[in-house]
């Protein structure tokens, strides 16, 4: 999956350098990666490389767009207005990629009441309802460690089918909620564990 | 590594709440893990697992702590103070597992002066100079995408050997320097991948 997401990110590039096809090996000289490598993700999707004329940039975008379910726009909401989900809630790139926060929430003795983005922060009890009313499909916990199981625990039953979840805290599995945990501290782990290797 | 550095964080919280020995299935229990694969994972520090009393919680930590390379205290500087660059020089996480931010840089005619945390933002042709004189190990690189392979290679000259990047573009490698690729868009469409399957 992320090797989609790169593929998806050189081609944007390539049609903003208004290059119509490219081959697979263009792709993979730019990517730093194997050819044979992205012409086997790539078939995936049908046999639209054709040998020596290369793929057709356009409709590459579309398609890997439509695989990675980013050919439509995505609500969410982004629990936590400290730091990090203030960033979060002001990170451009989100939107870029079709991804809309409608919602920041925080503790009512928190962030509540300030404005990020042009949202207000909304209280953290007012979090479901909205969730509920708003059929929001994605959470962004940018919650402390401690708090983060609790918040799950509402947007999973407000009805919420993807968390993103910073805080530093392995949420528990639900059935047909897709969890993915990042933890900014552990990515600086995967640096120090090579270079003290 | 991933799975290590879980570890070290629940071994963190069971010391927090003096527990001095876990066994392996407790660790499972609490991670929702098997059992079978932490003793595995935990089996490559030697055995200091014993059957029917567990592992020593501190002596754990230690050992995990020196494999992951957070047994000593890393230096590392951010570049690019925009929103999200600050929440990073301000996000107390890193400084927790020994990651500790003694410069941040942004271009002079962009944060450069502002304060973040104590530190004075420095303008970023000042970053290859610092990170000499200092010998910097690790550079947090938050910098737009345009910006990041001239300001990568401005940090490998000046003698960094491990990158965070969290701008949307593939770094060239270089030898003896370690690139960690951190790209908060397309963390969120791993998720949609998942919502659209």
Redesign the interface.
């Given at each position: 999956?992320?090797r989609?997401?790169?593929y998806l990110?050189?081609l944007h590039r390539l049609e903003k350098e208004d290059t119509t096809r490219v081959s697979s090996r263009e792709l993979a000289d730019r990517?730093?990666a194997n050819a044979a490598q992205i012409r086997k993700d790539l078939s995936y999707f049908g046999e639209f490389g054709v040998r020596g004329v290369g793929y057709d940039v356009r409709f590459l975008i579309g398609e890997l767009s439509?695989?990675?379910?980013?050919d439509r726009e995505?609500t969410?909401v982004i629990v936590g207005a400290g730091?990090?989900g203030?960033?979060?809630a002001?990170?451009r790139?989100?939107a870029?990629?079709?991804?809309k926060c409608v919602g920041v929430f925080d503790r009512a003795d928190g962030s509540a009441g300030k404005e990020i983005n042009g949202l207000v922060v909304r209280p953290a009890d007012e979090m479901a309802d909205f969730i509920r009313d708003n059929e929001i499909?994605?959470v962004?916990l940018a919650v402390p460690a401690e708090a983060a199981a609790e918040v799950a625990a509402q947007a999973i039953e407000a009805g919420v089918?993807?968390?993103?979840n910073f805080a530093?805290?392995?949420l528990?599995?639900a059935p047909g909620v897709?969890i993915?945990q990042?933890?900014?501290?552990?990515?600086?782990?995967?640096?120090?564990?090579?270079?003290?290797?």
């Open positions: 999956m992320p989609l997401a790169r990110r050189l990517l730093g439509r695989c990675l379910g980013i995505w969410m730091q990090l203030t960033a979060l002001r990170y790139g989100f870029e990629e079709g991804f499909p994605i962004v089918k993807g968390i993103l530093p805290v392995r528990s599995p897709f993915h990042l933890d900014l501290s552990t990515e600086l782990m995967v640096i120090s564990f090579y270079l003290s290797g």
